[in-house]
Nanobody
Framework: QVQLVESGGGLVQPGGSLRLSCAAS????????MGWYQQAPGKQRELVAT???????NYADSVKGRFTISRDNAKNTLYLQMDSLKPEDTAVYYC???????WGQGTQVTVSS
């Protein structure tokens, strides 16, 4: 079982940027698809970005053009670069394999002036 630890969240003004990291306890080389999820206040957890072992990516319409998912298999780490942040991006962000395994604690992103 792989353990996941998200980090990099914080408070940022609208239009700002953050880079989230997801550190895995063991190799993610053999995991075909990994993704980032967001859970906003009062909302269900939603998949917003995915990446395959070959580097193919997909994004939800809400973040397309602003967020970039990447993975470094050698470092056992998944990343989410978040640019042009909006207040509606405020949420707890989680990483996971797809299909989902155990959930980590997530990292809080707050976009506010």
């Amino acid at each position: 079982q792989v353990q996941l630890v998200e980090s990099g969240g914080g408070l940022v003004q609208p239009g700002g940027s953050l880079r989230l990291s997801c550190a895995a306890s063991r190799s993610i080389f053999s995991i075909y698809v990994m993704g980032w999820y967001q859970q906003a206040p009062g909302k269900q957890r939603e998949l917003v970005a995915t990446i395959t072992s070959g580097g193919s990516t997909n994004y939800a319409d809400s973040v397309k053009g602003r967020f970039t998912i990447s993975r470094d298999n050698a470092k056992n780490t998944l990343y989410l670069q978040m640019d042009s942040l909006k207040p509606e991006d405020t949420a707890v962000y989680y990483c996971n394999r797809i299909p989902e395994g155990s959930w980590g604690q997530g990292t809080q992103v707050t976009v506010s002036s």
